[in-house]
């Protein structure tokens, strides 16, 4: 594939002696470490995806593959022109061999994308697949069209795994069935909202109704609207893919106005311990999805540490609770290790993408391989699926929250701590 960079740069490689376990040779022998181009939201709205990089990057720095590689880490400020902008940066000025992106489609789809038309392989993870894979399509609204990627892939669970946790939890309380849609206009919004291929349809599949007043600008202040259409269709359960500091206005004004629901189980916003001590006691029982936790029972390729390993030492490194993209960040690099130990050419874009559809990896959130399992054909190629559960978060005496698992039909493996219990 030709592209800008390559009309810029030329490579060369050479022979060399192996210098550390489980590397290619060829980026030792040029002098140069391998380079990872990493782009997270540090700043913005949904920087808390973000809080334990600097964290994840300097353990897996410090590990003996680490020591092969160098990481350039670019700030999106959770903005998606300044995602694509610091992508193609890192592509074309820094030379990167292998690009790592994560958190929220704002942020991995205009990285992956940016990546695929400059030839460059990318690895993402922490976006539902759908929203991934069908909103960098032409044209998301025609399934005729979708084609796969040749440089892009992507490990993480689908909206459809977070239908059926999330009615699941529902099931174990006594409910209307009523639920009210809180749907912003980005890309989760829209593919989640979608009334006929979004979670709607999943959640009317289980017996529920979802009443959605519509689409609204993230970052808005007035939830007004909403409030009183949930007020008005007896809605007993709120459920949604809201950023932080959206749900927290959305919760204090329908508080406010006399909203009490049964349930409340929203993507996004309630993932972070920060986002729910915020909220004080109204925070008791909200919640959510859970991808990672120190209850998982998996452990690192790189470290042989088990999650519940990896989460203490991250409290005991920075003071905070753990928090669920650590787990994810880790396995992002675990991968990255795992993919270009596989390769004679890093510089190569072609053989490492081959390389990463050949991975068959048990990492700290499970197994990561391209095979295919429990994907639809037209996504099997660019994305692994990985297992997910559901929590509540539980206010303790002194004032913090644990998330305490209340259903793991998809992953008996991971177990539960209680069953779920309603708000108030």
């Known amino acids: 594939m030709f592209t ?3 009309f810029l740069t030329t490579t060369s490689a050479t022979g060399l002696t192996l210098a550390a376990s489980g590397l290619a040779a060829p980026a030792i022998a040029q002098g140069r470490k391998i380079k990872l181009g990493y782009v997270s939201p540090q700043t913005g709205p949904l920087a808390g995806f973000a809080e334990s990089d600097a964290y994840n990057i300097a353990r897996f720095l410090a590990t003996e ?7 350039i880490v670019k700030d999106s400020q959770s903005n998606p022109t300044r995602a694509a902008d610091v992508a193609k940066d890192l592509i074309i000025s820094d030379e990167i061999d292998l690009m790592l992106v994560a958190s929220t489609p704002e ?5 992956a994308t940016t990546c695929e038309a400059e030839g460059i392989p990318v690895i993402s993870t922490k976006a539902p697949w759908q ?5 960098q399509q032409g044209n998301p609204g025609d399934p005729s069209t979708w084609r796969p990627f040749d440089f892009a892939f992507h490990y993480f669970w689908g909206m459809e795994d977070m239908g059926a946790v999330f009615t699941a939890m529902w099931n174990q309380l006594e409910t209307n069935r009523q639920i009210g849609g809180l749907f912003p206009n980005d890309a989760d919004g ?21 009443h959605d007043p519509g689409r609204y600008q993230n970052l808005s202040d007035d939830f007004t609207a909403q409030i009183n259409a949930f007020k008005a269709a007896n809605a007993e359960i709120v ?3 809201v950023i932080p500091p959206d749900f927290t206005t959305f919760w204090n004004q329908a508080r406010q106005q006399g909203f009490s629901p049964k349930a409340i189980s929203v993507a996004k916003a309630l993932l972070f311990p920060q986002s729910v001590e915020t909220l004080g006691a109204a925070g008791h029982n909200l919640s959510c999805e859970i991808w990672w936790s120190p209850s998982h029972p998996f452990r690192s390729s790189l470290t042989g540490q088990s999650a519940r390993d990896l989460a203490e030492d991250y409290e005991a490194d920075s003071g905070r609770p753990w928090t669920q993209p650590i787990g994810f960040i880790h396995s992002l690099f675990e991968v990255a290790s795992d993919v270009m130990g596989r390769v004679t050419s890093p510089e190569d874009p072609e053989e490492v993408a081959a390389a990463i559809a050949a991975t068959d990896l048990e990492t700290m959130v499970g197994r990561v391989a391209w095979n295919g399992e429990g994907v639809p054909d037209f996504a ?8 997910l559960v559901g929590g509540q978060w539980r206010r303790r005496e002194d004032g913090g929250f644990d998330l305490v698992c209340v259903e793991n039909g998809l992953a008996p493996q991971i177990p539960t701590a209680d069953t779920m219990q309603p708000l108030g």
């Open 4 to 6: 800008r960079r390559r």
């Open 65 to 71: 593959a680490g020591q092969n590689f160098e990481v």
């Open 107 to 111: 942020n991995t789809n205009p990285v």
């Open 131 to 135: 929203p991934w894979f069908i909103g």
């Open 190 to 210: 829209n593919a989640l909202g979608d009334p006929n291929l979004g979670l709607p349809a999943i959640y009317a599949a289980a017996g529920y109704t979802t």
């Open 239 to 241: 459920t949604g893919v």
């Open 380 to 387: 099997a190629a660019n994305v692994c699926k990985t297992p």
